[in-house]
Every structure is written in C-alpha cells, then in structure tokens.
C-alpha cells in the first residue's frame, strides 16, 4: 500500500510560493538546475512543446536534469493528444459499423488518455493555471531594503 495524503510539494515550488516549508526540508535531494537535453525519439510535435515550456521552467528555477524522463513523457503525451484531436477532426466521434451499430471512434479514447496524462504532467511542472496559483511570485528584498516580485532568473 502506497504513501497516504497528497503527494509532497516539490521545495522549488514551496519557495516560489514564498512557504516556510521550504526552508524547512534539509534532507529533500537538490538535484541541479537546469534543462536536460532534449531525447531524439520524442515525435516533432512533442518535440515543439520542449522548445515552448522548457525555457519557461528555467525562468521559474523547477527543472532540473533528473526531470528529463518525466517532461519527456509529457511532451510525448501531449503529441499523442494531439494527433489523436486531427484524426477525430477527420473522422468524426463517432462511426457506423457493419450491423449499423453507432460506435465511438477508438481515437476517442487515445485523446482522452493523452488528455488525462498531459494534465497529470502539466500539474507537477506548475504548467496549468490552478498549479500557477498556487506558486505566486516571491517577495524579493532589494539592496535598497524594498521588497519586489519577480521570478529570479535559473541558477
């Protein structure tokens, strides 16, 4: 049996946040910042969505290395919704078998999955509008004393 509760907040989300919390986890792993490289079998439309968050996540400081796996199949996952929406704008929702029985067109299906997944991706990289509002922007202290908010640039 799995882990009770919510999975953890990722620390890197907990300081854009501005949390206590995230001060608080010394033994979390702090894999290193920055983009991992893009795989080469990701399919063209996957590999268009890399190029459009991936520096999106660097400015926010939340992708590491490690994550390489996890936006990948992101990135897959949305390529797959993707053309999965094409053929059923061709084909139709729907279709009439042999006996005239009204069938729902299995593309359907694989659109509804890759939709489910590419949500579930988009959640842990703080990619959906609900994730966003939970992150906020952090309060910065300038050398003059000031507080200002601003994302702080990837290190």
Known sequence: ???RGPKPTPTAMLKLTGSWRADARKSEPKPKLG???????????AKAEWKRVVPQLQKLGVITLIDRTALA???QAW??????VAVVKV?????????GYIAKNPMVTIMNEARAAVLRFAQEFGLT????????????????????R????AG
């Open 129 to 148: 509008p609900s994730a966003r509002a939970r992150l906020g922007t952090p309060k910065i202290e300038e050398p003059d004393g000031r507080k200002s």
């Open 73 to 75: 199949l992101y990135c």
């Open 35 to 45: 983009a991992p490289p893009m795989p080469t079998w990701l399919a063209t439309e």
């Open 91 to 99: 084909e139709g929702k729907t279709f009439t078998t042999p006996t």
């Open 79 to 84: 390529a797959d919704y993707h053309d999965a």
């Open 150 to 153: 601003f994302f702080p640039a």
């Open 1 to 3: 049996m799995g882990r």
